[in-house]
């Protein structure tokens, strides 16, 4: 996968919810009225994903907004666990999944020209048993909102296990809406995007040109070449992670198993920038903002090797 780092694309930030349910399955809301509150709240774009059911949006997309199809799939799991959980976006006809393994659903979903994300691996109660086998997701859900009410929004952790033992993976943070307040607009992507095309709008997804959050921005991030002193004196030639976001508590750099760094501001005060010198033996290096309020925002991961 490559990974385009998206402050330094071309474009305009845009605020989506990448799953969200409605009548059509098990959500509250109308089609339309769950159109209407992501508009209202101010997002850009939306991915309407009911379980196993793909509807046409196409009347909700105008100038200002961009409405995309797409459906909750859950395929069989013969690796022991639960159902898979998997959000196809940018399908526009229904996926039969009985007596399917998931990778020929995923394969279905593909043949469609769609994509998939591996939703809320912690609700599911999924390992990397269950997740390894898995082919072609594009993106696993690092923040699934209606998961908090369990107490298991976050999937960090499973996170970090796919991109150390599988490989290149992107984190998305998303709503997974059904009700109308306590599961909406509380996790989203902020996508870097020419325009508010839906080829534009998936190539940036797809390709990482985005970060996720439940609250703070993310203004710069970057990877640099510096020069520090060495060993003894003379300068060395290192690469580092440089981020500047909304003040925040604490600032996580990490990498594969015991890598990474946490930055913490004074006693009292709040941080706005980080750096994080790189040892070179990391695989993939992410950066987790969180602010006094315990909202975070995850960046999408430097792929280093
Ligand atoms: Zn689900
Ligand atoms: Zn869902």
Redesign the pocket.
């Known amino acids: 996968m490559q990974s385009i780092n998206p402050f330094r694309a071309p474009g305009r930030w845009l605020r989506g919810n990448t799953h969200t349910h409605t009548t059509v399955s098990d959500g509250r809301l109308s089609v339309a009225d769950r159109f209407a509150a992501y508009r209202e709240a101010g997002y850009d774009f939306l991915v309407l994903t009911d379980h196993g059911r793909v509807s046409d949006v196409s009347a909700y997309t105008d100038r200002d907004f961009l409405a995309i199809s797409g459906s909750?799939l859950h395929p069989a799991n013969p690796y022991g666990g639960d159902l898979y959980?998997l959000v196809a976006i940018d399908i526009h006809e229904p996926i039969e999944v009985a007596g399917r393994h998931p990778n020929e659903v995923i394969a279905a979903v593909h043949a469609q020209g769609g994509h998939v994300v591996m939703?809320?691996p912690y609700w599911c109660g999924h390992t990397m048993i269950d997740l390894m086998p898995l082919e072609g997701c594009f993106a696993v859900e690092v923040y699934n909102d209606t998961c908090a009410g369990i107490g298991k929004s976050t999937s960090e952790v499973h996170w970090d296990d796919l991109l150390d033992r599988k490989g290149p993976i992107l984190g998305i943070a998303c709503d997974?809406a059904h009700g109308t307040e306590h599961d909406c607009f509380h996790g989203w992507v902020m996508v870097k995007s020419p325009d508010l095309s839906l080829p534009n709008v998936l190539n940036a997804l797809l390709s990482g040109a985005f970060y996720s959050t439940t609250g703070p921005t993310i203004e710069d991030l970057d990877l640099v070449w510096d020069e520090v002193p060495g060993p003894d004196g003379t300068p060395r030639r290192v690469r580092k992670v440089v981020v500047r976001s909304s003040p925040a508590r604490s600032i996580v750099f990490k990498a594969q198993r015991s890598r990474g760094r946490r930055c913490l501001p004074p006693a009292g005060e709040l941080l706005e920038q980080a750096e994080w010198v790189l040892s070179g033996g990391e695989s993939y290096v992410r950066v987790e903002v969180t602010d006094e309020h315990g909202r975070t925002a995850w960046s999408n991961p430097f792929f280093l090797q």
């Open positions: 909750e959980h939703c809320h997974d």
